[in-house]
């Protein structure tokens, strides 16, 4: 068995597998007393926490607890994704606060493109673009013109009609409009 492996094997390299840390989400059994018979098999024989067990929907699992965070992205039920999304735009939001409160416009413009960004890129790589659709990208593009705005030093965005063309407004100058043209994809 897999797990025999690890325990037995993985203390060579230095890996010491957590047995009350962490999610273990056990895969979909054959009927809800197969579930419950590996899932004894793990707090018996493998002496895991019986808290850090999840099992799976289809057999009467919690479908709101039946996931995890791996690798900074999310897996699991849909309904658990979608859980842990919603509460994604609140946590992105003291980010982009903090992003709009460094001194250096260059370091805020760096933050928003290379640091702020990628978090949903990876996101959105992992993650069904439904839920990401429904439950991330509205918020997380009103997050970007937050930080923008502040790199620019506007409250109101650049306008529409302005982004990707020469401007004669004193008040944009044409390296903001080649940025707000960059961060947004031109106008729409």
């Known amino acids: 068995e897999a797990l025999d492996y690890v325990f037995d094997e993985s203390p060579e390299v230095g890996y010491h597998l957590k047995r009350t840390k962490g999610v273990y989400l056990l895969g979909r059994c054959e009927d809800r007393v197969e579930a419950l018979r590996r899932r004894m098999v793990l707090i018996t024989r493998f002496d895991f926490d019986p808290a850090m067990i999840r099992i799976h929907p289809d057999n009467g699992g919690d479908k709101l607890l039946y996931g995890a965070k791996v690798l900074g992205s999310y897996v699991g039920s849909e309904e658990s994704i979608a859980n842990r999304l919603e509460k994604k735009p609140a946590e992105l939001k003291k ?76 008040d944009i100058p044409e390296v903001k409009v080649i940025i707000w043209s960059f961060c947004f994809g031109g106008a729409k």
């Open 95 to 170: 980010e982009a606060d903090a992003i709009t409160m460094v001194g250096s416009l260059q370091i805020q413009y760096l933050l928003l493109c290379w640091c702020f960004r990628q978090k949903i890129i990876h996101l959105q790589r992992t993650i069904s673009p439904n839920l990401i659709g429904t439950y991330l990208e509205p918020g997380f593009t009103e997050l970007k013109k937050l930080i923008l705005n502040s790199i620019l030093g506007r409250t109101d965005g650049i306008p529409p009609k302005t982004l990707g063309r020469p401007t004669t407004d004193p």
